[in-house]
């Protein structure tokens, strides 16, 4: 049962275009999102996080937009770099004691071209 | 380089073996997490540790087994290695036991486990 879901496995985005990766999930209960990027041989880095109780947060290129009532949440970055090439996982949790779990997208590979 | 340190990098072995992966979260961090990546997968929560105490837990299998010793390191063992094992085994550690929420957590390099 996949909660969280990232359909695109990958994307290709010109330099200085805008990158969209997409992600939706089921379970009513989650709260918080985050979004990871990961590059090979590395563990996942933090990028920018949103609460339900907002609909967009901005850091820098980076901004993440949720919508609660699709259960869906994106994230922009704007210009895209070459450098911002990775795998990008979406990453969401629940309310009370389950913070401390979270539940992946299966990831999108996104690359930029120069 | 995220503080987090996980040891060994890669390792090899035989179905039926057991393994101990070892991580060492950030300093000052009290919270470790594990978490497993196998092929085509996303990361999926096996289970937290705050300050030497089971605090939440994932889909962990029986056959899996963890602990956070008092210097906060903390192990985690797989016993009767099957195939299907094989993965991508990352440890984050945050300094409290809140997770994710409000405080960044930091993902080790991961152990990649190949089992044969």
């Known amino acids: 049962d996949q909660q969280v879901k990232q359909n695109s496995p990958s994307l290709s985005v010109q330099e200085g275009r805008i990158s969209i990766l997409n992600c939706d999930y089921t379970n009513s209960m989650f709260d918080y999102f985050l979004w990871y990027k990961k590059y090979p041989a590395e563990g996942p880095t933090f990028l920018i996080s949103?609460?339900?109780?907002?609909d967009k947060n901005e850091d820098g290129r980076f901004t993440v937009f949720l919508n609660k009532s699709a259960k869906h949440l994106s994230l922009h970055i704007v210009p895209s770099q070459p450098g911002d090439s990775a795998v990008y996982f979406c990453a969401a949790s629940g309310g009370g004691t389950s913070y401390g779990k979270l539940t992946f997208g299966q990831g999108t590979i996104l690359t930029v071209h120069p | 380089d995220s503080g987090v340190t996980q040891t060994p990098k890669h390792l090899i072995t035989a179905t039926g073996q057991r393994v101990t992966l070892r991580c060492s979260p950030r300093s000052g961090d009290l919270s470790v997490y594990w978490y497993q990546q196998s092929l085509d997968q996303g990361l999926q929560f096996l289970i937290q540790y705050y300050n030497g105490e089971e605090r939440a837990k994932g889909n962990i299998l029986e056959r899996f087994s963890a602990q956070q010793f008092p210097d906060l390191h903390s192990e985690l063992n797989l016993s009767s290695l099957e195939l299907g094992d094989s993965a991508l085994y990352f440890c984050?550690?945050?300094?409290?036991?809140?997770?994710?929420?409000?405080?960044?957590?930091?993902f080790g390099q991961g152990t990649r486990l190949t089992v044969v």
């Open positions: 949103i609460s339900s109780i907002k």
């Open positions: 984050a550690s945050s300094a409290e036991t809140g997770g994710f929420l409000n405080t960044e957590a930091f």
